[in-house]
């Protein structure tokens, strides 16, 4: 059966430092991955999307960026975190193009102090 | 572009009492729409989907679902309520990798 892994769980980081958030899929070949945030508990805000290696496409201009080192790698970066950085970030993984559901991963809670 | 809306922030029902947590979407053509349950500090669950055909789906923990083209809408249900069931449910709608989703209502299911 296919597992999304995030690392770190939570994460409390100071204004203008940089962050590394990391997604693993295991069990399936050729994923789309998604991150999204969810601020204050409510609705998702889709930030990239990924079809395939090195492919990356962006929802939202923002101080963040993607990148997908592997086939079921991605990472969410920032060089310099803004207090509006804050929120809970969740990764996700689809089979396909088309009407399937997405699988979320557990998240990462990212306080910026 | 494609969006959906939850009327209610919240929903409260006494355990044993149907349930039933309201959604309408906007969407030009054919609408593939989901349902999702997030419990405090987790990933979203995946609950139910339609893409076509019955009407009423059928998903996890005993929730259905009923599409109303005519009414442009998609509410979720369940015939009797637990207290297990209180968490925050997500209406999406899904156009190519676009997931639009609603805001959320939260839903307290008291003993």
């Known amino acids: 059966s296919q597992t999304i892994h995030q690392w770190p769980a939570t994460l409390v980081q100071p204004v203008g430092s940089p962050l590394s958030l990391e997604c693993t899929v295991e069990g399936t070949s050729n994923p789309n991955l998604y991150w999204y945030r969810q601020a204050a508990g409510r609705g998702l805000q889709l930030l990239f999307y990924s079809v395939g290696i090195g492919q990356i496409s962006s929802e939202v201009p923002q101080n963040l960026s993607a990148s997908r080192p592997q086939d079921r790698q991605f990472i969410l970066s920032s060089k310099k975190l803004l207090l509006s950085d804050s929120g809970f970030y969740l990764c996700?993984?689809?089979?396909?193009?088309?009407?399937?559901?997405?699988?979320f991963g557990p998240g990462t809670r990212l306080t910026v102090t | 572009a494609q969006s959906v809306a939850q009327p209610e922030d919240q929903v409260n029902v006494a355990e044993g009492n149907p349930l039933t947590v309201k959604c309408t979407y906007s969407?030009?053509?054919?609408?593939?729409l989901f349902w999702y349950v997030q419990y405090p500090n987790r990933g979203l669950q995946f609950l139910l989907k339609?893409?076509?055909?019955?009407?009423l789906v059928k998903g996890s923990y005993g929730f259905e679902a009923e599409f109303n083209k005519s009414q442009t809408s998609f509410h979720l249900k369940k015939p009797s309520a637990l207290v297990s069931d209180s968490a925050l449910y997500f209406c999406?709608?899904?156009?190519?990798?676009?997931?639009?989703f609603g805001a959320g209502t939260r839903l307290t299911v008291k003993p």
């Open positions: 969407v030009s053509g054919n609408p593939y």
């Open positions: 339609y893409i076509t055909g019955d009407n």
């Open positions: 996700a993984w689809g089979p396909g193009t088309g009407f399937y559901e997405q699988y």
């Open positions: 999406a709608v899904l156009k190519l990798h676009d997931m639009r």
